[in-house]
């Protein structure tokens, strides 16, 4: 999925003549057209990184869902302390091998994590409660 590139702060906005800007002609130079269509191709690469990095993380949320009405039918609590440490472990793991900075893989895991738990808490209250009729 890719998204159409919009103005940006790197292009002059309406009635701005190439090569000025708010300061006045030497307050920005003009950019090169291959330097332009360098940039889009880049922001479309990005645009559609991110468009499956909501998709997976709607794969991933479905998944934990399953988790949680499996947890709750079951009477198991809604986190998983050790499987949690494992997790962070493993994705630090990952992350050094692809170069990706293993705190910023932490705090990321543990944002989804934190989500989750709360999604299942929440289905736990859920499952507990009988549906008045």
Do not use: W
């Amino acid at each position: 999925m890719t998204t159409s590139n919009t103005p940006t702060s790197d292009a002059p906005g309406p009635g701005t003549p190439t090569g000025t800007g708010p300061g006045g002609p030497a307050g920005r130079t003009a950019v090169d057209p291959a330097v332009r269509e360098e940039l889009a191709r880049l922001r479309d690469s990005i645009d559609n990184i991110d468009a499956a990095v909501v998709h997976m993380l709607a794969e991933r949320f479905k998944a934990t869902q399953q988790v949680g009405h499996l947890k709750a039918r079951h009477h198991l609590p809604p986190a998983d302390p050790a499987r949690e440490a494992r997790q962070i472990e493993r994705l630090r793991t990952l992350a050094e091998n692809a170069k990706l900075d293993p705190a910023f893989a932490e705090k990321f895991l543990n944002f989804i994590i934190a989500e989750v738990i709360r999604h299942h808490e929440r289905i736990a209250e859920d499952t507990a409660t009988p549906a008045d009729g």
